[in-house]
């Protein structure tokens, strides 16, 4: 059975600083893996989604890398800002179709 | 904005009241799911349905009924619910059910049952 994990449950740091926030899996058959934020009282976003044959995806200064055999995942943040507050989930997808499997998400807050 | 509208954003029930939950969406999607999302927990995914009709029930306790009555609206009639359903319960839609379709979320509804 397919179980992601995310570590840690919450991450506080400085303003300015890089960081990574991890995403592991159990089985390495998967399909795709995507990162979601939430925001309080907002829905999902998805932020990036990197396919199996992937070994990662940019966007702006977000970073996030595939490495299947060993069943990991991880988004770097760049010069991260206040505004990068919010908690970050990471969910695979089995096959092609619908089902996600999620992880718990990491709390990230970002002191100015 | 996601194009997900859900309503009410928050609600408090007691174990005996009935009520339901609402979502729409304006993206011309096909399918629509239910999510419940408890504290510190995993989404669990409750119910996808897939032009109007139902194609999961994730072993979903009867308190819960689910209704499409079309591809843009989805409902979640709640009825005898236990304390323990109080959680973030998230509406999604997508274009089809395939794995390339990309789920849009709603903003949520903060269940709270006394």
């Known amino acids: 059975k397919q179980e992601v994990t995310q570590i840690p449950a919450a991450l506080s740091v400085p303003e300015g600083e890089n960081l990574v926030l991890n995403c592991s899996f159990t089985?390495?058959?998967?399909?795709?893996l995507q990162w979601f934020r939430q925001d309080p009282g907002k829905g999902l976003t998805s932020l990036l989604l990197?396919?199996?044959s992937q070994r990662e995806q940019t966007s702006g200064r977000l970073n996030a890398s595939l490495d299947k055999s060993s069943g990991r995942s991880t988004l770097y943040i760049a010069a991260s800002q206040p505004g990068d507050s919010a908690t970050y989930l990471c969910?695979?997808?089995?096959?092609?179709?619908?089902?996600?499997?999620w992880g718990a998400g990491t709390k990230l807050i970002i002191k100015p | 904005e996601t194009g997900v509208t859900q309503t009410p954003r928050h609600l408090v029930m007691g174990m005996t009241n009935k009520k339901s939950l609402k979502c729409e969406q304006h993206?011309?999607?096909?399918?629509m799911y239910w999510y419940k999302q408890s504290a510190k927990k995993p989404l669990e995914l409750m119910f996808v349905?897939?032009?109007?009709?139902?194609?999961e029930n994730n072993s979903v306790p009867s308190r819960f009924s689910p209704e499409c009555p079309n591809s843009s609206h989805l409902f979640l009639h709640l009825h005898t619910l236990q304390p323990e359903d109080s959680a973030l319960y998230l509406c999604?839609?997508?274009?089809?059910?395939?794995?390339?379709?990309?789920?849009?979320f709603g903003p949520g509804t903060r269940l709270t049952v006394t």
């Open positions: 999604a839609s997508s274009l089809g059910t395939g794995g390339l379709y990309e789920q849009y």
């Open positions: 993206l011309g999607h096909n399918a």
């Open positions: 349905y897939n032009f109007k009709e139902q194609t």
């Open positions: 089985d390495s058959a998967i399909y795709n």
């Open positions: 990197i396919q199996s």
């Open positions: 969910a695979v997808r089995l096959d092609s179709n619908y089902q996600l499997i």
